[in-house]
């Protein structure tokens, strides 16, 4: 369902879920950008995927590090153009992330995280192999999901943006498990370290998942 985050959850509305985060969830948002940060240097171009309004890439800017933003929502670009202004090495680029225009092997990192891997609804293999098709030799890619230990903080962040007309209302019947279903339609999956790990096999030379801060699941990639 890209059209949710195209339209619905799109640039203002975005914003305010993460301003609305409890406690818990702000510190699982910064535990991934502080891991993303940690796997790069000052020398190196990093792509993210699905930037949104643009708060990953803001945080990576502030490191020195030169990066690229792409998203499918030209709202949350437009709105992403001012929230990154003054940023000198950051860029934008409305850009779908299973159909890149970038040739192959041109940025040292590229992430993907806040579950982005189960947010743009497509097909996740397919979506793991451009991203290290485009990332360099020797180059890292990473991608986030949930934890289970952070279901219940997960939920219940759900239910405030629905509760403040962000997102439908919470299908109680169907949520559950890792996924969160409301009743206007949008969904919301996790990928579990034994997928990650059977989605990146043959990508890369070699792959690691660990959980972060006990909130994130990361893969991490070697080109």
């Given at each position: 369902m890209p059209s949710y985050y195209s339209e619905n959850l799109a640039a203002e509305r975005l914003k305010l879920c993460y301003d609305l985060a409890p406690p818990s969830v702000k510190c699982y948002l910064a535990a991934e950008i502080k891991h993303v940060c940690e796997r790069t240097t000052t020398s190196e171009r990093v792509l993210e995927l699905g930037c949104g309004y643009g708060r990953v890439l803001r945080e990576l800017s502030h490191t020195g590090v030169s990066v690229v933003g792409i998203d499918t929502s030209l709202q949350?670009?437009?709105?992403a153009q001012t929230y990154l202004e003054g940023e000198s090495n950051a860029s934008l680029l409305l850009m779908d992330a299973v159909r890149m225009g970038f040739s192959s092997?041109?940025?040292?990192?590229?992430?993907?995280?806040?579950?982005?891997?189960?947010?743009?609804?497509?097909?996740?293999?397919?979506?793991?192999?451009?991203?290290?098709?485009?990332?360099?030799?020797?180059?890292?890619?990473?991608?986030?999901?949930?934890?289970?230990?952070?279901?219940?903080?997960?939920?219940?962040?759900?239910?405030?943006?629905?509760?403040?007309?962000?997102?439908?209302e919470i299908d109680e019947v169907s949520t559950?498990?890792?996924?969160?279903?409301?009743?206007?339609?949008?969904?919301?999956?996790?990928?579990?370290?034994?997928?990650?790990?059977?989605?990146?096999?043959?990508?890369g030379s070699s792959r690691t998942v660990?959980?972060?801060?006990?909130?994130?699941?990361?893969?991490?990639?070697s080109v």
């Open positions: 949350s670009l437009s709105m092997g041109v940025f040292d990192v590229v992430c993907c995280v806040q579950n982005g891997i189960s947010a743009f609804h497509v097909d996740q293999r397919e979506l793991l192999s451009e991203a290290v098709r485009v990332a360099k030799p020797g180059g890292r890619v990473l991608f986030s999901s949930y934890a289970d230990e952070f279901w219940k903080d997960r939920l219940e962040w759900f239910r405030i943006q629905s509760n403040r007309g962000l997102v439908g559950g498990n890792g996924i969160i279903v409301t009743k206007d339609g949008f969904t919301a999956t996790t990928v579990t370290p034994a997928q990650f790990s059977d989605l990146s096999q043959c990508l660990t959980v972060v801060a006990g909130s994130s699941v990361f893969c991490e990639i």
